[in-house]
């Protein structure tokens, strides 16, 4: 009976994820969920590692960084996740490494070198490579959000961001034409700011689309099912898979209660902040009276069905062995963590001299 | 029983709210119920984290919200359920406000300590310190005149709560949080004051608009139904 079960879920084109659903028979379905948190903690601390390499010692690893984050997409699209992430949390993520680069850029105090020219207008409109980013970046968002003001934003802001640097202003290879319009402004900044800015926004990509990767390619019940294989008792590890299956429940309770509450004029006529963080403190008590009648009806349930009394239980079925696949990427990783990391070699310096 | 035993006795239970002590728990083991409601609340208020940062989009970052409405949530809880309602506030924050944004294991699992130890406090306060002294340890005199026919302190209620939960622990929050995140190097120093800023004033609004709501509307419901724990566990 348990192998028809398993044979029914490994028949399934595609199985439930934490925040998608997954296509089976996939490498990255394969692996582990243990080897899948170690491939996040270890990306995650040469992540960090890498962009906070001081600039005495070199500066940050940039071309690790761009390395690391062409390894998640490749990974992602292995997973074949990529047209959810692209639907969802591609453009939803981007704002964060964005921030990211403008917060380092500007509040990154003291750090060292010659200090260059940046222009917060250069004095005349670059036609070249900054227009092509304005009008693919608002192009694309457009085409997603069918809102003009919401891809205006972002397709400004990255117009600035390129367009900002002197050397891309002036260079032919990057600026092929110049409409002069009005004065100059201008400011300056270390000659390292743009290289750890951009090393913070790369880190932060990295860190964000592995958590994605880990979140759109795992299911709860594998975490459960791993806790018990790592020697947990049954009744933690249930524990622990009943937080994880909660998530989804409580997140559709929430969008009904806040349905409900539109369906009710909710939010209508008051327009101002504070009516509305007023609105949401409202969906609270629904909100937790709905968890508590939940937990009291399942709490019964498990009781009718012996929890308290059973001693020897079922275990979970989707349970996996430790493959040769799981061993090549602990290892892959745990190379790369004691070359970076430990050894404390940097793969910029394999081709920046 | 000696004199003396007797004297403490009836201090304590000179308040309604003197069954909720500091104790392990009221002797009995976690019943199914309470198991799966401990499991069900730290999801809701996983849930909840990863709300209060991604529903301002671009203006939350690194996990740091400007309206982090998860706070009352978890204190609450907590005085509710003690040592689980701590549990749900940490774990909320590494999943719901670290790993579901974006940030790694390693870095929500060091920052979520700010979300850790306001909860902790407030527990051992209010039912250790607050409890004996005519304090509500269920914040129930935040909105009530009366609670079971003792009237209760109210401004001095109100005056306690802003200033350990929303200006002593909030701060000391909001250090910890900021700071970490700055140690690992996903803030950086000039912008150190202004994300201080954000997370103390963000979680203090949060927290002064939404608790006596919270309280009001249900605190009298959950312990209709028996499932304020007595002491830490149970």
């Known amino acids: ?353 | 029983m000696s004199g003396e035993e007797k004297t403490v006795s009836n201090k304590q239970n000179k308040y309604p709210w003197s069954n909720y002590t500091l104790k392990l728990g009221r002797g009995e083991p976690v019943s199914t119920t309470q198991y799966v409601l401990y499991a069900v609340q730290i999801a809701a208020v996983i849930i909840l984290s990863y709300l209060s940062v991604v529903l301002l989009g671009p203006l939350s970052y690194s996990g740091i919200s400007l309206f982090y409405f998860v706070y009352p949530f978890f204190l609450v809880f907590t005085l509710w359920w003690g040592i689980w309602g701590i549990l749900g506030a940490y774990i909320g924050c590494v999943i719901g406000a670290g790993l579901l944004v974006g940030l790694t294991p390693i870095v929500s699992g060091a920052y979520a300590i700010s979300d850790f130890i306001p909860p902790l406090v407030v527990f051992i306060v209010y039912r250790g310190l607050l409890a004996n002294r005519g304090i509500d340890p269920l914040w129930r005199d935040l909105t009530d005149k009366e609670v079971a026919g003792v009237k209760t302190k109210r401004v001095t209620a109100w005056i306690l709560f802003i200033v350990i939960n929303g200006i002593i622990l909030n701060a000391i929050s909001a250090e910890l949080g900021v700071g970490i995140e700055n140690y690992y190097g996903l803030i950086p120093s000039g912008a150190y004051w202004g994300w201080w800023a954000g997370w103390f004033f963000g979680d203090l609004i949060a927290m002064i608009i939404i608790t006596p709501v919270l309280v009001k509307g249900l605190t009298k419901l959950v312990e209709r139904q028996g499932l304020i724990n007595g002491g830490w566990v149970t």
Request: hydrophobic residues 55%; aromatic residues 14%; positive net charge.
């Open chain 1, 1 to 353: 009976m348990a192998r028809d079960d398993v044979e029914a879920r490994t028949s399934k084109k595609y199985v439930r994820t934490f925040i998608f659903s997954m296509k089976t028979g996939t490498p990255i379905e394969k692996l582990h969920v243990i080897t899948k948190i170690f491939m996040i903690a270890a990306m995650s601390v040469l992540a960090l590692y890498m962009f906070d390499i001081p600039v005495l010692k070199g500066g940050p690893d940039i071309i690790g960084l761009i390395f690391l984050l062409t390894i998640v997409f490749v990974l992602l699209i292995i997973s074949g996740t990529t047209k959810y992430l692209a639907n969802s949390y591609l453009l939803l993520a981007l704002p964060v490494p964005i921030s990211e680069f403008i917060w380092w850029l500007f509040f990154n105090e003291g750090l060292p070198g010659a200090r260059e020219v940046f222009y917060l207008w250069p004095g005349f409109f670059p036609i070249g490579i900054s227009t092509a980013v304005l009008v693919c970046v608002f192009g694309v968002v457009y085409y997603r959000t069918r809102s003009i003001i919401i891809a205006i934003i972002p397709a400004v802001l990255l117009w600035w961001l390129t367009a900002m640097a002197g050397t891309f202003d002036f260079s032919p290879l990057t600026t092929w034409f110049r409409l002069p319009i009005g004065a100059t402004y201008s400011f300056t900044l270390s000659s390292w700011s743009v290289t750890v800015a951009l090393s913070k926004a790369l880190g932060f990509a990295v860190m964000i689309y592995t958590s994605f990767l880990f979140l759109l390619t795992t299911r709860d019940a594998e975490i459960a099912g791993a806790m018990r294989q790592l020697g947990l008792s049954f009744k933690k590890a249930f524990f622990i898979a009943l937080i994880f299956r909660s998530l989804n429940t409580l997140l559709i309770d929430y969008e009904n209660i806040r349905i409900a509450q539109t369906a009710r004029a909710a939010g209508v006529n008051r327009k101002n902040v504070f009516s509305k963080i007023i609105d949401l403190a409202y969906v609270s008590i629904p909100l937790v009276a709905t968890m508590i009648r939940r937990s009291t009806e399942m709490g019964v349930a498990l009781y009718a069905r012996g929890f308290e009394a059973s001693k020897k239980v079922t275990s979970f079925k989707e349970t996996k062995r430790i493959t040769y696949m799981d061993v090549t990427v602990i290892a892959i990783l745990s190379v790369f963590l004691i070359y970076e990391v430990v050894l404390g070699h940097n793969i910029n310096n394999l081709f920046v001299r």
